[in-house]
Every structure is written in C-alpha cells, then in structure tokens.
C-alpha cells in the first residue's frame, strides 16, 4: 500500500477510497488523536432532525498550505493542517465516489508509517457531497 506523507499529513488509498489523517509518532498518540476525532465528528454530524450532514473546506493558510475543516449544524472542526498543493490535490482526485476516511498514521518501531485504519479500523467514514 503507498502511503504519501509529508511531516504531518499522511494519505493513502483503501480501494481507491482516499484516507487522510495526521502523521504522528506513535501508536498511542494515533488512538488519543482519532479518538478525540471520532467524538468530535459524532457531535459534528447530529442535527435536531436526525438528519447529519456535513461539508468539508479547504482554507489557505499564511504559508500557502491548507487546513481541512469539517463543517456541521452550527460547528466546524478543523481536523487537518498543513496540507501541501501536492498532497490535496492527491486527496480531491480521489474524492471520485464522494467518501473519504478521516484517521491517523503514525510511525511503527521500524519507522514505517502506518495507517491506524488499517491496522485497527479507527476512522470516520465521511460522505461530501
């Protein structure tokens, strides 16, 4: 599996489905970090209709990189910072089938980077219309 990384951002592809996360250095801080998300996004995604939905966006930051922002009923969460024009590019391409997973990669002991999806199927699955 090829796995596009930058220092803090890393991609890969699950059947052509892209997933995107933070690249940290352990394992442990992987589990804090989608944790924290999974919670966050649940809270994101309720509406008072039982209806969720949320919209991501991409803001420009100062240095030219981008910070990915989900968007729900009355909250936003930035989930992503740091992305380069290469590695959202990357992403967009893949949003081909509107769903992306939203999880973290970290480091194993011998320094391969790794998605915590993949190893313990820790993610959101977001849909973006």
């Known amino acids: ?11 890969t592809f699950f059947n052509e489905i ?8 352990s394992k442990e801080d992987a589990l804090k970090v989608a944790g924290s998300y999974l919670r966050l996004i649940e809270k994101l995604s309720k509406e008072k209709k039982g209806n969720p ?8 930051q100062a240095d030219g ?20 024009e290469l590695m959202l590019q990357r992403f967009k391409r ?6 992306f997973i939203l999880t973290c990669f ?14 313990e199927g ?5 849909y973006s219309p």
């Open 65 to 84: 990189r981008y910070t990915l922002v989900l968007k729900g009923s009355g909250m936003a969460l930035e989930t992503l910072s740091n992305l380069d």
């Open 94 to 99: 893949g949003l081909k089938n509107k769903l």
């Open 53 to 60: 939905r949320c919209s991501i966006r991409f803001l420009r």
């Open 106 to 119: 970290f480091e194993d002991k011998e320094g391969t980077v790794v998605c915590l999806a993949l190893t």
């Open 18 to 25: 892209p997933a995107i996360g933070p690249r940290l250095p």
């Open 1 to 11: 599996m090829k796995i596009y990384q930058t220092n803090d951002v890393a991609l």
């Open 122 to 126: 820790v993610g959101a699955v977001l």
